[in-house]
């Protein structure tokens, strides 16, 4: 089964702090994603990744960065938290060879900034 | 513009009733689509894809159906369970978006006992 997990389910934060919010996957997925999802938007992209080191912006990239240092590992930070940035972060990824772009999630992050 | 329109946004049905969810997409040109089911606080987790040339898909009590002329695509719940409660999530790519899905805004529903 293919395992995409996400470093912390709840996390609160202060106005100003940088957060990090980590996504591993084991399945040697190319391709990785970052999502936040607010009640009546649904899910907006923020970030992707096709491979080590490389990045795109998403849909809604402002107040975020992303770093990908190895394959498995696609990290989101918040360089300057606001209470704005307070939602549910989700990671993806999905095969560069996939005919269909299946993307698997990961559970959530719930960050909350105070 | 590419967009895809979910109705009805909430919906609420006694356990053991069947459902039907709506779809309307303006994606182009089209590669395939997807509904996920999203249980409250977890990652959505895929049901069904269909291609072009596929006109329903089922998995389990869950049946798909695409048009593409219209642009339509339907999601129903036979003999629903209390644990079919979640968002469901119909999701579109497109062949020049490479590999990026857009997505719904979901329809929320829920099963009461």
């Known amino acids: 089964d293919v395992k995409v997990t996400q470093s912390s389910r709840y996390l609160v934060k202060r106005t100003g702090e940088k957060v990090f919010l980590e996504c591993v996957q084991d399945?040697?997925?190319?391709?990785m994603f970052w999502y936040r999802q607010d009640p009546g938007l649904g899910l907006r992209l923020i970030y992707f990744?096709?491979?080590?080191?490389?990045?795109e912006k998403g849909d809604i990239p402002e107040g975020y960065s992303v770093s990908r240092e190895k394959k498995e590992r696609f990290s989101l930070i918040l360089e300057s938290a606001s209470t704005n940035q307070t939602s549910m972060y989700l990671c993806?990824?999905?095969?560069?060879?996939?005919?269909?772009?299946?993307?698997?999630f990961g559970p959530g992050t719930r960050l909350t900034v105070t | 513009k590419n967009q895809v329109e979910q109705s009805p946004q909430s919906l609420i049905i006694l356990e053991g009733k069947n459902c039907t969810l709506q779809?309307?997409?303006?994606?182009?040109?089209?590669?395939?689509l997807r509904w996920y089911k999203q249980d409250t606080g977890r990652g959505p987790v895929s049901l069904t894809i269909?291609?072009?040339?596929?006109n329903t898909k089922s998995n389990g009590r869950y049946t798909a159906t695409l048009d593409a002329d219209t642009k339509q695509s339907s999601l129903h719940i036979t003999a629903s369970q209390l644990s079919d409660s979640a968002s469901y999530i119909c999701?579109?790519?497109?062949?020049?978006?490479?590999?990026?899905?857009?997505f719904g805004q979901g329809t929320e529903l829920s099963v009461k006992p």
């Open positions: 399945m040697d997925h190319e391709n």
């Open positions: 779809c309307n997409y303006t994606v182009s040109p089209f590669s395939n």
């Open positions: 999701v579109v790519s497109s062949y020049n978006q490479g590999g990026k899905l857009i």
């Open positions: 990744s096709y491979d080590v080191k490389m990045k």
């Open positions: 993806a990824s999905s095969s560069a060879g996939a005919t269909h772009y299946e993307q698997y």
């Open positions: 269909m291609t072009f040339s596929e």
